[in-house]
């Protein structure tokens, strides 16, 4: 592990530089993987239809995003422990950790494929999917949910490596992934005719590979890592630590995933195109919360490194340094999407409706991104010092009840786009705000040192 801390260490150098270079690739990654998120939707829009785009991106979306954002969220839990047990110097015990993760992870896996292949039916007319989707999202999603292990151990792996400061292998395995989804979205789809089955079985394929490159990195012998099959048991002083930290984390991911589901019902109301509309915008805009959340990713390493090091100077650099590189992407960004928005649009799908509606909406959203970094920036700092519940109360409160409450009341007196599209904007400063005061006023960093000490 001496090499390995040599070269991978976030608790020295200068800070700016060093997590610069650190999110960069964590970037670039999210970033490819919204690009073939994009060539899926461009793929089913031009060569299988709208109502095919609605299937694949309207209630199916929230449900993944619900059900596997929740588990992935959990995997959090284990980078952070990683990398305060890594920056604290415990080398040792970084392969006992990350054999209990891969476990955890394997067995939260399967248990969520028999979940959604049994379920997804029931949970779609739940949200009101249209009639003439509800069969695409079916098959969609149980050819998805068939993936699920492998999504789950390579978000898992991503976040181990990350946690040890190497951001660059997991970059360059999504890659290959990303290009193996776009070739076989054009095989399966363009000249197999398989619709919305060579979309799904795409996706599936290139999560495999991902899992299987970053599985072959830390099982190679004499690797960095070194794991052997004997490694992968549940240790119940890593596994506590981690679902401490990862459950908070799922339950904050899932409360946006409930707000955005309850939102999605009332989509499902205004119609088809307003339905595909509200995908494609993800399928633009999705770049900047790629590079937001490749951020806090970044951020959470960082912090959690130097707090198992006990730096705390330059924990308190990081986030002030942090809050200013959030800043600067997101005005960055959000210029670049207002700008380049209908043309993107115009690539991904000849339904002009649906250009016209999808920049619409975007205009209700992207110019407010800013609000945004807050929450981000403040949310990964209090996740990498390891102080995950009071946040995710004010989340839930903020975010899931507001929005909650905006669609039964706003909403539903007002019937638009417009006002369905502003619960998000007020939530994020309402949010905001509440987080900003808890961390100016919460006593998160006296608890992290509380718990290092303790170890």
């Known amino acids: ?78 980078s952070v422990l990683i990398a305060q047990i890594f920056g ?7 392969k006992k ?34 009639a003439d989707t509800l069969s695409g999202s079916v098959l969609y999603l149980r050819i998805y949910f068939l993936g699920v292990p492998f999504i789950l151990i390579l978000n898992m792996e991503s976040n181990m490596l990350r946690a040890v400061g190497d951001s660059v292998s997991p970059f360059i395995y999504m890659v290959a992934a990303c290009v193996c989804n776009i070739i076989l979205d054009i095989v399966f ?15 599936v394929i290139a999560q495999i590979l991902n899992a299987s490159l970053l599985t072959a990195k830390l099982f190679r012998p004499g690797g960095e890592y070194g794991l052997e099959i004997s490694d992968l048991r549940l240790k119940r002083q890593f596994i506590s630590g981690m679902l401490r930290i990862g459950i908070p984390a799922g339950l904050q991911a899932s409360m946006f995933s ?50 198992g090091a006990g730096d705390y100077d330059r924990v308190k650099q990081c986030i002030r340094q942090g809050m200013i590189l959030s800043v600067g992407i997101t005005v960055f960004l959000s210029s670049a999407l207002m700008l380049l928005g209908r043309p993107l649009l115009k690539i991904l799908t000849t339904d002009k409706d649906v250009v016209s509606t999808t920049y619409t909406m975007m205009t209700y959203f992207v110019p407010y991104y800013f609000t945004w970094t807050l929450i981000e920036v403040i949310s990964a700092v209090l996740r990498g010092a390891g102080d995950a519940v009071k946040p995710v109360i004010i989340i839930g409160i903020g975010i899931c009840l507001f ?53």
């Open 258 to 307: 409930i707000s955005n589901m309850v939102i999605q019902v009332g989509v499902n109301t205004l119609g088809t195109i307003v339905v595909a509309s509200w995908a494609m915008t993800s399928k633009v805009d999705g770049i900047y919360w790629a590079v937001s959340n490749a951020l806090g990713a970044a951020i959470t390493s960082f912090i959690g490194q130097n707090i």
């Open 403 to 455: 929005r909650i409450i905006w669609i039964v009341t706003v909403f539903a007196a007002i019937h638009t786009v417009l006002v369905l599209s502003l619960s998000y904007v007020t939530s994020w400063v309402i949010t905001g705000v509440a987080l900003f005061i808890y961390y100016r006023r919460g006593t998160w960093l006296e608890n992290a040192k509380n718990r290092i000490n303790s170890n």
């Open 189 to 203: 789809v363009v000249f197999f005719h398989w619709g919305i089955t060579g979309v799904a079985v795409a996706t």
């Open 1 to 78: 592990m001496a090499s390995l801390n040599e070269r991978r260490d976030l608790t020295t150098g200068v800070v700016w530089k060093k997590l610069l270079i650190f999110f960069l690739p964590i970037a670039a990654g999210t970033c490819i993987q919204q690009l073939y998120n994009a060539v899926d939707g461009m793929v089913v829009g031009r060569f299988v239809g709208t109502a095919a785009l609605a299937a694949v991106g309207g209630s199916a979306a929230q449900i993944i995003n619900l059900l596997i954002g929740f588990f992935v969220a959990v995997t959090t839990g284990s």
């Open 88 to 94: 604290a110097g415990r080398y040792g015990d970084i």
């Open 97 to 130: 950790a990350s054999g209990s993760a891969l476990m955890m992870c394997l067995i939260m896996g399967i248990a969520l494929t028999v979940f959604g292949l049994f379920a997804s039916p029931a949970i779609l007319r739940l949200l009101k999917t249209p």
